[in-house]
């Protein structure tokens, strides 16, 4: 009996004390996706970026909760400038993080914050005024002629120590205030950094290093990984002659510079240095956040991009794909690397595929605000798993005058929903556009035709009014059971094959077709389909061609909502 109550009373204590840890916002894997726990359950940023400066005054960010909120994000990501927070050496406020985090508490939202610490789209230009004054203790990179950038050298230690103490005081700061309550669940480490201009550092500590041994932390962990290393490094790495010691240009080879291919890794060995030094710089600063309180911590990229395909042009030492397995082996406080995406829907998705890599999930911290937002944000949390999604400037338009207002209203129904089907092959993520009107996938046994939608016949009739011709559509496809599916979104049609033809049932017809809603993760239906709106309108509902393909369309509603339709096939002879 004693023996039954002292495994008791441990056990008690036990899920008390790790209940308690692990209830902190902390990334968990799940197979081959990775999902973000708050309050100890999976969530789904759906989020926005506030600009710039609009954290760096408490009145002025007062009304941004309640916009953001009324455009249904869930989190907001916003700025926290080294400068204000430590305005003299060793004298810190808090009080715009205080702000921001009673605001956004206040409106039921989470917030990522975003460390303007060092740098800053390349520059140093959040640094406190004692950092900018003193180029000595703080030096600058340089350029081949000896000539300061404005930047801060990634090589110094002295700045490494003063952002990385600035940094863990913000952290000891936010878990005191915030731990219980859980509004602040990510943390970016700097912004967009590197250099502009040439592919590295030309300081003479950089130098110096670039000529010397590539360091050992990184030479063991390519060994220790050489099954497991990602194909650029380990194709340069191995035409090389995977050497153990060596300088950069030893080991990874000699520069090659392609102007016509922007794809192409130009300046690798002088890149890869400098991203050695970036990710230990800001590895260390993650590091000393997280001895005070370890929430998940990302960096983000300037990306390599049509126009700006070679480090340098992009800022050189920023988080690009094909430099991962550095931030891996220096940084390992550094959960992930980050995209901030503003170009066209082609380069976009290349850049997504090329994230979405073993070991990172997807996690967009800001994409071009507007239509191709609203649409893409289906794309990348059905294709991709993605943690987050978040237009830059989401305070820019008014809830009504967003797009991405009405994809959020829809997605936050289905989150639970999403969070479930991830990394199962049972979710397909959905995005045409009037250049690539077509994606064809196979799911649940059927193969798939998403088309964009063009206008409807009640409209040619003349009984519906004519709709502006749709550009692109965005949308979620979840197979539910056999034959059975859920679809979010607006604006495209799906066409159905089984994969299989069963001649003892070669027809397909639907058996249901209802448009409802979730609450609280449960579905709520709010119309049963049939007649006009199911397969008897031939606009919108279901349409079989020969009665061997299953046509889904949307019907559209007058305001332009999205929503949510569930419906199985059955088939017959
Ligand atoms: C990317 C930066 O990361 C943001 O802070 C902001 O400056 C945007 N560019 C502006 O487009």
Not at 34 to 40: A, E, F, S
Not at 327 to 352: E, G, L, N
Not at 406 to 433: E, P, R, W
Request: aromatic content about 12%.
């Amino acid at each position: 009996m004693k023996k039954i109550f002292f495994l008791v009373v441990v056990s008690i204590i036990a899920t008390f004390v790790f209940g308690q840890k692990s209830s902190i916002p902390h990334l968990e894997k799940n197979g081959n996706t990775t999902r973000l726990i708050v309050q100890g359950k999976p969530f789904l940023i759906l989020g926005g970026e506030l600009h710039n400066s609009s954290t760096s005054g408490a009145a002025y960010m007062r009304p941004l909760w309640d916009q953001m909120k009324r455009k249904n994000l869930n989190t907001v990501i916003a700025a926290v400038y080294w400068e204000m927070v430590e305005p003299q050496e060793g004298k810190f406020d808090f009080t715009l993080i205080d702000s921001m985090i009673y605001g956004a508490r206040k409106s039921d939202l989470h917030l990522v914050i975003l460390w303007f610490g060092t740098w800053k789209n390349g520059y140093s230009m959040y640094v406190p005024g004692w950092v900018k004054n003193n180029t000595t203790r703080y030096p600058r990179a340089k350029n081949k002629d000896g000539e300061s950038f404005q930047m801060i050298s990634a090589l110094s230690n002295a700045a490494m120590k003063a952002d990385a103490n600035a940094f863990k005081m913000l952290m000891k700061h936010i878990r005191t205030i915030d731990e219980k309550f859980q509004t602040v669940i990510t943390v970016q480490i700097e912004n967009e950094m590197g250099i502009f201009g040439p592919p590295r550092d030309y300081s003479d500590d950089a130098n110096q290093a670039f000529n010397n041994q590539v360091p050992d932390d990184l030479l063991k962990y390519l060994s220790a990984n050489k099954a497991k290393l990602q194909p650029e490094i380990d194709s340069a790495w191995k035409a090389n002659g995977n050497k153990t010691s060596g300088t950069w240009e030893e080991v990874f080879g000699k520069s090659t510079y392609d102007g016509k291919n922007w794809q192409a890794l130009s300046y690798l060995p002088e890149e890869l240095f400098t991203v050695y030094h970036y990710a230990k710089f800001t590895g260390t600063v993650a590091a000393a956040g997280k001895e005070a309180y370890p929430l998940p911590m990302y960096v983000n990229a300037w990306i390599k991009q049509p126009g700006m395909g070679y480090p340098g042009k992009y800022p050189a030492g920023g988080p690009i794909p094909h430099t991962l397995d550095i931030w891996h082996a220096v940084a390992p406080a550094i959960d992930f690397i980050s995209p901030d995406i503003y170009v066209s829907q082609k380069d976009a998705r290349y850049t997504i595929e090329q994230y979405h890599r073993p070991g990172n999930p997807v996690f967009i911290p800001e994409f071009r605000p507007g239509p191709q937002s609203a649409s893409e944000a289906f794309w990348v949390y059905g294709q991709h798993d993605a943690i987050c999604f978040s237009p830059f400037g989401i305070d820019q338009t008014k809830p009504e005058d967003d797009p991405i207002t009405k994809t959020y209203a829809v997605l936050s129904q289905v989150t639970d929903l999403i969070l479930q089907n991830q990394g199962k092959g049972t979710m397909v993520g959905i995005y045409v556009d009037s250049s690539e009107k077509v994606q064809t996938f196979q799911l649940n046994g059927y193969t798939v035709k998403a088309e964009l939608m063009g206008g409807s016949l009640a409209e040619l009739a003349g009984y519906a009014p004519r709709t502006k011709p749709v550009t692109m559509a965005g949308g979620i496809v979840i197979a539910m059971g056999p034959d059975e599916f859920i679809i979010v979104g607006k604006d495209f049609s799906l066409s159905m094959v089984p994969l299989e033809n069963d001649p003892a049932k070669p027809l397909l017809d639907v058996e249901y077709l209802d448009e409802g809603t979730f609450n609280n993760g449960k579905w709520i239906t709010t119309r049963r389909l049939n007649g006009d709106e199911g397969t008897g309108g031939g606009d919108y509902g279901f349409g079989f061609s020969n009665n061997k393909t299953a046509v889904m369309r949307f019907q559209k509603n007058a305001n332009g909502d999205c929503s949510i339709i569930r419906y199985k096939i059955y088939k017959y002879k």
